[in-house]
Each structure stands twice: as structure tokens, then as C-alpha cells.
């Protein structure tokens, strides 16, 4: 049976971030993705200019309709956008035994805020300690933390992080200044993933599609570690492709499926 990702997120219209570039992320690495919507956004590469979040009825009804009939490897958490919708994911995966990816997207690529300030309380005692992995930048997990930015994925952040509960954390170094991003995983042990910073605008969905990478490899049953490891390159081949896709006017998207697509399909 081909591996199962839930994926718990919000809609982006354009297509480069949210669930769809999970579902994308997910297809190219061979996973079945399934998806429980948390909220629509009328959102383009330059910005977010509405959003409506589903009832806390109708996700329950999504997550459920998931789970009981095709079932679940692992799932991947992204925008929840209030406190509601935090407290039905929670409550629906309290029985859930697979591994849980929590991407805590709380501003979007544009500087758009997309999670309310109280539901930032109801993640960390609700989610938190439920997730096998966090994967927040720099600018989220000062929020979670309620400490300054940090200029580098930082050590002590990331274990400031696991102490609120999650298995492991995978501190993201995007955000940070340099010719070398450096991504930080906090596990059984610390591991480090190094790249040199790609020279382009479009790289709106990069958390998104990594946290979704990372699921993927955690539902085929890889270990962490490697999930974590394959993921990272995949996207860096997805980073690098990006400027082919020539998609909008803003921060367009990374190049999901770079390793399939031939060059003619971009004629």
C-alpha cells in the first residue's frame, strides 16, 4: 500500500503555498495526500487580501472522513488560524498513533499575519506536545517563545522549544543573514543541514513544502533523521528550478516537482 499523508491546512488560491504546495510536496515523493481544510485565502504571490476559516464543525467532519475510511501514515499540520480549530485537531488526533509534523505558520511569506494571537497559547499547550516534529522559523519560534529573534538557528532556542513538548524541532535558518543557510534538527541528538542561499525571489511555500517533505519520508517510514536529511535536498533542487516556473509577479513558488518535469514541459 502506497504511504498516507493528512494534511491539516489552510488553502492558498495561488497554489505555491499552503495545502497545495503540501499536496505537491507530498506527490513528488511518492506519498497519497489527503487533505483536512482549516481555511481559504484569496492570495496571490504578492500578498494574502482575504481569509475565511472554516467552521471547527466542518474540519472535524474532514479530519474524520479521512481517517476512518483510507486511514493516515502520518499528518501534517499547518495554518490553523484560531483557537477553535487548534482544540478540534487536538481532540481528533488524541488517538492517533503515527508521527505528526507541526508547522506553526503564523505570517505568511508577504508579512500577512495568519494566525490569531490567542490561538498562539492553545498551539503551545494543545499541539505542541503532540507533535513528533515543529518545524518553525526564526520569526516563529521567537513568538512561541516570546524571546527576540534569534540571527541563526540557535541551539538553545531549539531546545527551549522541545521543552514545551514536541519530540524533536527543526529549526529553520531561511530567515537568517549569509551566503550559507543552515537548518538546526533537535532530536535524539543535534544535527545540522547546510546550503548555500540560492539568488531568487520565489520561494513563497518553502516551509510549507519542507515540513511536507519531511511527513512524507516520516509516513514511508524513514527514520527522522533522514526524512529531515532527503527532504532538505529535495527542496534545494526545488529552490534552484523555481526561477523556471516564471509564476507571478511577486515571490512566486518553488519548483515541486523539478525532478519530473522535463525541460520541454516548461516550453
Known amino acids: 500500500m502506497v504511504a498516507r499523508l493528512l494534511i491539516i491546512a489552510g488553502?492558498?488560491?495561488?497554489?505555491?503555498?499552503?495545502?497545495?504546495?503540501?499536496m505537491k510536496a507530498a506527490s513528488a515523493l511518492g506519498v497519497y495526500a489527503m487533505t483536512a481544510v482549516t481555511a481559504v485565502t484569496a492570495q496571490?504571490?504578492?500578498?494574502?487580501?482575504?481569509?475565511?476559516?472554516?467552521t471547527p464543525e466542518m474540519l472535524r467532519a474532514q479530519i474524520r472522513a479521512c481517517l476512518e475510511d483510507i486511514g493516515a501514515d502520518a499528518v501534517k499540520i499547518g495554518m490553523l488560524g484560531s483557537a477553535d480549530l487548534v482544540r478540534v485537531v487536538a481532540e481528533e488526533l488524541a488517538g492517533f498513533a503515527g508521527p505528526v509534523v507541526l508547522d506553526p505558520v503564523m505570517i505568511a511569506k508577504s508579512g500577512d499575519a495568519l494566525l490569531a494571537e490567542e490561538a498562539v497559547a492553545a498551539l503551545t499547550t494543545q499541539l505542541l506536545p503532540r507533535a513528533t516534529l515543529l518545524t518553525p522559523n526564526l520569526p516563529e519560534?521567537?513568538?512561541?517563545?516570546?524571546?527576540?529573534e534569534a540571527q541563526e538557528a540557535d541551539e538553545a532556542?531549539?531546545?527551549a522549544l522541545q521543552a514545551l513538548g514536541p519530540g524533536a524541532v527543526l529549526l529553520k535558518g531561511g530567515h537568517a543573514a549569509g551566503e550559507v543557510c543552515t537548518d538546526l534538527l533537535l532530536a535524539d541528538a543535534a544535527y545540522?543541514?547546510?546550503a548555500p542561499r540560492i539568488a531568487t525571489?520565489?520561494?513563497?511555500?518553502?516551509?510549507?513544502?519542507?515540513?511536507?517533505?519531511?511527513?512524507?519520508?516520516?509516513?514511508?517510514?524513514?527514520?527522522?533523521?533522514?526524512?529531515?536529511?532527503?527532504?532538505?535536498?529535495?527542496?534545494?533542487?526545488?529552490?534552484r528550478a523555481a526561477d523556471s516556473l516564471q509564476i507571478?509577479?511577486?515571490h512566486?513558488?518553488?519548483?515541486?516537482?523539478?525532478?519530473?518535469?522535463?525541460?520541454?514541459?516548461?516550453?
Open 11 to 22: 488553502s492558498d488560491s495561488g497554489g505555491g503555498a499552503g495545502l497545495q504546495a503540501d
Open 44 to 54: 496571490n504571490t504578492r500578498g494574502v487580501s482575504a481569509v475565511a476559516l472554516m
Open 141 to 148: 519560534a521567537a513568538c512561541l517563545l516570546g524571546l527576540p
Open 157 to 159: 532556542q531549539a531546545r
Open 192 to 194: 545540522r543541514f547546510t
Open 201 to 239: 525571489r520565489n520561494t513563497h511555500g518553502t516551509g510549507c513544502s519542507l515540513a511536507s517533505a519531511v511527513a512524507a519520508g516520516l509516513a514511508s517510514g524513514r527514520p527522522l533523521p533522514e526524512a529531515v536529511a532527503r527532504a532538505h535536498d529535495w527542496l534545494q533542487g526545488a529552490i
Open 248 to 250: 507571478g509577479q511577486g
Open 252 to 267: 512566486g513558488p518553488v519548483h515541486h516537482f523539478h525532478g519530473i518535469w522535463s525541460e520541454e514541459a516548461l516550453v
